[in-house]
């Protein structure tokens, strides 16, 4: 059975340090791995995903995710921090070949201090 | 306007009432979701389905029930709420493209039963 784990429920990082934000899936076949982000207020939107195409990802606002297969993780980073990046963020691993089906991570809140 | 909606944003319940949570979409998508979000637990699947004909549980579905009334309709019934279904419900699309599904979100419905 796919699982992911999100190591740190909240991260607090200064404006313009770098974000990195843990993931570690388990999956006995090749997984479909996403981040996910929610801002207060509102439902999920795609970040980015991991198709198998390349294992350096890039998403949107500037986030990528490098797939490392040896060390079954899949962290998030951004170099920068800026405030409108405090959201709440999920990882989440398909469960199928189709990826319908998504197994979500507990997410990690993100918090930007000025 | 938005792709996914949901109706109510916002409800407050008794213990065994019966509550339906509505969810549309605009975006043509023959798959939709019902996920609930609970603090440190991040999103449960609790329903979903493939098409007008194609209704599947997912990890948590005691105590709920749906409807599928066309493509564009999908709903959410608590036929006797309790206070542990007390949580936040997005509503999610996708569709059949032979690619990596993208899982659209509608903006969440809060319930609380008292």
């Known amino acids: 059975a796919q699982s992911v784990t999100q190591l740190g429920s909240h991260v607090s990082v200064s404006e313009g340090a770098l974000v990195l934000l843990r993931c570690n899936y388990s999956?006995?076949?090749?997984?479909?791995l996403f981040w996910y982000v929610q801002y207060p207020n509102q439902g999920l939107q795609l970040l980015l995903k991991y198709t198998s195409a390349a294992t350096l990802v890039k998403g949107i606002n500037g986030f990528e995710a490098e797939f490392k297969k040896s060390e079954t993780s899949f962290h998030l980073t951004k170099p920068s921090a800026h405030m409108s990046d405090a959201a709440e963020y999920f990882c989440?691993?398909?469960?199928?070949?189709?990826?319908?089906?998504?197994?979500f991570g507990s997410g990690t809140r993100l918090s930007i201090r000025p | 306007d938005a792709d996914v909606t949901q109706t109510p944003r916002n409800r407050i319940t008794k213990t065994g009432k019966r509550i339906m949570l509505e969810c549309s979409q605009t975006k043509g998508h023959d798959r939709m979701y019902w996920y609930r979000q609970d603090p440190g637990l991040g999103l449960r699947l609790i329903y979903y389905s493939f098409d007008v004909k194609d209704i599947n549980k997912g990890e948590i579905s005691d105590g709920y029930s749906v409807s599928r009334q066309a493509q564009a309709k999908f709903s959410l019934s608590l036929e006797s709420a309790i206070p542990n279904q007390t949580a936040l419900y997005f509503c999610a699309t996708s569709e059949t493209s032979g690619s990596l599904d993208t899982q659209y979100f509608g903006p969440g419905t809060r319930l609380t039963v008292l």
């Open positions: 999956s006995s076949v090749p997984p479909y």
């Open positions: 989440a691993v398909s469960v199928d070949s189709s990826a319908s089906k998504i197994i």
